[in-house]
Each structure stands twice: as structure tokens, then as C-alpha cells.
């Protein structure tokens, strides 16, 4: 039974991958555009990229694996009544970074994750403005390719190198980070967008990336595969690994992604440093 979901897996994620750079296509039209900003009611930005690339990936879903739910940030009110049913489910970004899109500076990225269990199993992030992916999923490995070059596996770095490269957000920070990198003593700070940052640890690029800030599922669940695929792991402060659609809300807790478990990565945190919501 395992050898046949470990095939299936393989056979779908040859199709998603093909989905999220069709995905990728329709971003790039509009980034190469004079594009409109507007505003959700979260007072997060939208733009015609990420509807586009929306409605190319939740079409596409549908056709491939016709009765799984597709769970969309760009659809995100469905109510867990609904959601709690689902055994087994695709959870979208169509486009994580919209501020770094906005920015132009090319670290936005198209996430897709299979779900099952509350667990990601599957996992694919393309990168547009590199042609870049980065994919995996439980028992098939972690890979990295770019273009149409060949694929070639990645691995997380163990164990940590010194000084330790922390990866960070470019958007967001805070006094908790602050304290993180104190504590944490000699470091290289990557500063990087979107879901980059969890792919950076997962390819042995970066050692930690702490997110002491709010993200919501969509945000982590593919690039959570390709870490746990590469060896990594994606923990909440606690050290448990971060779950989906366990509850009504969509917020994750504040985590840790880190390829060396011989670093007590929890112990550099402040002691002040909490969960979100």
C-alpha cells in the first residue's frame, strides 16, 4: 500500500509541478505590466497576478485529481464545518510575496500542497521570475531545478555551518528576531522573501530561518514538504511539526525551520517569543 501511494505521489507531482509553472506564466505577464495594487479587508495587497494564477491552479486541480478540495488563499473563507470533512486536500498560494512582487524584486513563488492528515505530503514551489523549482514529498526526496535543466536532489546542511546562516524575511522582523540573532552569536544574516526562506534551509543554503511573525497555512505547507522531504524539519516553538486544518483558524503558530536537530535552535529564542493566535 505505501509503495502505491509513494507512486501516486510521484506520478502527481510531475503534474503539479507542470501546474504551478503554467501558474507562473500568467504572474509573469502580469509583473511585466503596469499592474494595480488593491487592498484586502486583512490589509494585505492584491493584484491581477494573484487572481490569475488562482483561478489557473484551482482549474487545473480540479482536472487532475476531480473530488480532492482545493483550499486557495484567494478562496480562503471556507468554513471549517466544511473543511473539517476533508480527508485529504490541496492548500494553494497562488502567489506568496505579493510585496515582493510589488517590489519587483523577484522573490515571490507559487506554493501547492497535497494534504493528508493534517500533514503535507507533497509539496512544490516554483519561483517565476527564476524558473526555479523546488519539490518533494514524503518517501520520493527533495529536488531543486532550474529551467529545463535536469533536476538534482537537495539535502539540508548537517550539521550547522559556522558561523550559522540565518535566513530572514525581508518584510518582516522585530524585536524577537533581534534577540534571536544575539543570542544565536556569530551568524550570516540572508535576508529573502516568500516561501524562499524555508527552500534556502531545505537546499543546505541556510541553516535557520525563525518566523517570530504571523503566516497562515498556505504560507508554509509545499515549502514544509520540500524541508521535511530534504531532511529539515518545520517545528512550532516547541518542537512540534506544524499541522493544517486542525482547527477554524488559519493563522500557524510562530515556528523554526532547520536542518540540524543537534542545535537546541529553540534555546537562542526569548524568552517572550510566542505562538501566534
Request: contains cysteine; aromatic residues 8%.
Amino acid at each position: 500500500m505505501r509503495q502505491d501511494k509513494t507512486t501516486e505521489a510521484s506520478q502527481l507531482l510531475d503534474r503539479v509541478i507542470a501546474i504551478a509553472r503554467a501558474a507562473g506564466s500568467e504572474i509573469l505577464q502580469v509583473y511585466q505590466s503596469d499592474f494595480a495594487v488593491e487592498t484586502k479587508d486583512d490589509r494585505s495587497p492584491l493584484t491581477a497576478a494573484d487572481r490569475a494564477s488562482h483561478r489557473a491552479i484551482v482549474a487545473a486541480l480540479e482536472r487532475l485529481t476531480p473530488g480532492v478540495p482545493v483550499w486557495s488563499e484567494e478562496s480562503a473563507t471556507v468554513d471549517f464545518a466544511v473543511r473539517a470533512d476533508w480527508p485529504r486536500f490541496w492548500l494553494v498560494d497562488p502567489l506568496d510575496g505579493t510585496k515582493e512582487f510589488i517590489k519587483r524584486n523577484g522573490e515571490f513563488t507559487v506554493n501547492i500542497a497535497l494534504i493528508e492528515g493534517h500533514e503535507p505530503i507533497l509539496g512544490v514551489v516554483h519561483v517565476p521570475a527564476l524558473g526555479r523549482d523546488y519539490y518533494g514529498g514524503r518517501g520520493l526526496g527533495a529536488f531543486r531545478r532550474d529551467g529545463t535543466e535536469s533536476p538534482h536532489p537537495i539535502r539540508v546542511t548537517r550539521p550547522a555551518a559556522a558561523p550559522v546562516r540565518v535566513v530572514g524575511s525581508r518584510s518582516h522582523g522585530g524585536d524577537s528576531l533581534a534577540e534571536f540573532l544575539r543570542r544565536i552569536g556569530p551568524h550570516q544574516m540572508v535576508p529573502m522573501g516568500s516561501s524562499l526562506k524555508l527552500c534556502l534551509v531545505a537546499e543546505g543554503a541556510a541553516d535557520v530561518y525563525p518566523r517570530l511573525g504571523p503566516t497562515s497555512e498556505w504560507d508554509t505547507a509545499a515549502a514544509q514538504a520540500v524541508v521535511e522531504a530534504a531532511g529539515g524539519a518545520v517545528t512550532d516553538l516547541d518542537g512540534r511539526p506544524l499541522r493544517y486544518n486542525s482547527g477554524p483558524g488559519v493563522l500557524n503558530p510562530y515556528f523554526l525551520v532547520f536542518g540540524d536537530p543537534g542545535r537546541n535552535w529553540p534555546g537562542y529564542l526569548d524568552d517572550q517569543a510566542a505562538p501566534a493566535g
